[in-house]
């Protein structure tokens, strides 16, 4: 039997998608979200979030004197021992990119 593109396409889609909220589940459980690094400055994690765009992949809300910003999580440096940092790993992992 052969299945024309789109419907492989289709199928690709739905399984990151569901592995892209797994994720998204897993970074929800923990209690805390540790301060965090982007280009050797300090943020707030305020929230980590999987919206739908698998290109885009996860995106984490930070906040940094009083203003917020939407980042690719990928831009986010945690402390290393930190819960936050295992699952970023996971993550990098995921994508292929810890090679």
Known sequence: MSWDNQEINDLIDEVNDEQLSSFECAFEELDVLPDATVIGEVVEVLHIWYDGDERRGLIARCRR???????????????GDSEAARLVAAYRRWLGLDR
């Open 65 to 79: 004197n009083g203003q917020e910003y939407p980042l690719s999580l990928l831009d986010l440096a945690f402390p």
